[in-house]
């Protein structure tokens, strides 16, 4: 039978990296991006309980029932398949406590794969996909090990969250779960007990449920992506005016607030600035001549006013270009990409300001607990890249040639006023306030940050 083994050191001790694992959302955190797994259900609990997977297999999904169950060590335990594409599958997780402050974490995993020798055929791509899956695994724990080690000292919250249905969200929940936080969403539709319904358009929200909450994050807003139209632009603005309105005015209301409002923004408030360097001082753009993100961007960024004339801390993060196959611009490119057409956008001299998942959160996370850090924050890595530099990178992480070029005139006329502000625009955007408050970067360069996004050799 197969056995596939490999370990990671974790920089803390081994009764740390075990109750991350007992918490709501390590699985959910663990999951790599690319393989589009989903959760679809689970009951019981760490020692006894059962999950349901959706797992990708080639074109198809198959249903995946595991059971887990303690092992014989200390620090052990056990997942074995109940229903699923294998013929068995048992992984065994094992802390070792290395010193007093560190440990080590073994992942061993015994499988059979079905149909006999011709199953058998796909046992080399079995082992590459495990592969690619611990390695992404084993550079993700250490590092948020660390993060919540950074801010160990603090009493755990209780965090709202408007958009944590999202692409953002999905990975910041599990980032706060796994950190012993408490995560209430704030949602248009309840599917928990302790969700927060609110409706932005209507003007109404759960207030008194915001009440004693610690922190709020807030990530709502309707999709830039889409042909522009002027319906589809007022959608864009009217969502994040209005519900950051509402937040904003529903905390600055309450007997109890809390003590941080983190509201996102983007990087679109700068407008279109060829090389030239910005940071949060740099001057925005002014009057009706202003790009319409500028102008999104501001008055989204004004409507946390009420929140901040309460005493409430406000960081107004102005997030880059995310990174991540499980969706936003990176997912977008892929399919061409992999098949050998993708390439520059337009001339490819415009500046990419881009900046990986992991980071996104990571800067949530120690926005929401650095007291020194108010006001606008810009949310990019440190190295922006010029269009054509991403698209020569993403091609060489995935061994496919990226030299396709779509002209400018042609994205024009196919998606409109967004080609010109999306993918043309040139915003050259440093996180210098970030920076400057001790945030570390996971990733400052780009090929490394796309290599453990994509599973290709990197972290």
Known sequence: MPVFERSCLLPVPAETAWEWHRRPGALERLLPPWERIAVVDRSGDFETGSVVLRVPIGPHRATWVAQHRLGGERF?????QVAGPFA??????RLIPETAETSRLVDRVEYALPLGWIGGLAARWVERRLARMFA???ALLPADL???AAWAGRPRLTVAITGGRGLIGRALVPLLTTGGHRVVLVVRKRRARDDVLWDPAGDTIEAEKLE?????????GEPITGYWTREKQHRILESRRQGTALVAGALARLRTPPCVLVSASAIGIYGNRGDEPLTESSPLPTGAAAPFLSRVAQAWEEATAPAERAGIRVVRLRIGLVLTPAGGALGAMLP???LGLGGRLGGGSQYQSWIAMDDVVGAIYHAIFQESLRGAVNATAPAP??????????GRVLGRPARLSVPASVLRFLLGEMADELLLSSARVLPAR???SGYRFRFRALEPALRYLLGRGGG
């Open 76 to 80: 052990e335990w056990i997942d074995s």
């Open 88 to 93: 068995r599958w048992t992984h065994t997780h």
């Open 136 to 138: 992404y695994r084993h």
């Open 146 to 148: 660390a993060l919540h």
């Open 212 to 220: 004693g909450l610690d922190a709020v994050v807030h990530l709502a």
């Open 336 to 338: 061409a990409f992999r």
């Open 385 to 394: 890249v010029l269009q054509a530099e991403l698209a020569e990178t993403l």
């Open 434 to 436: 970030l920076e400057e």
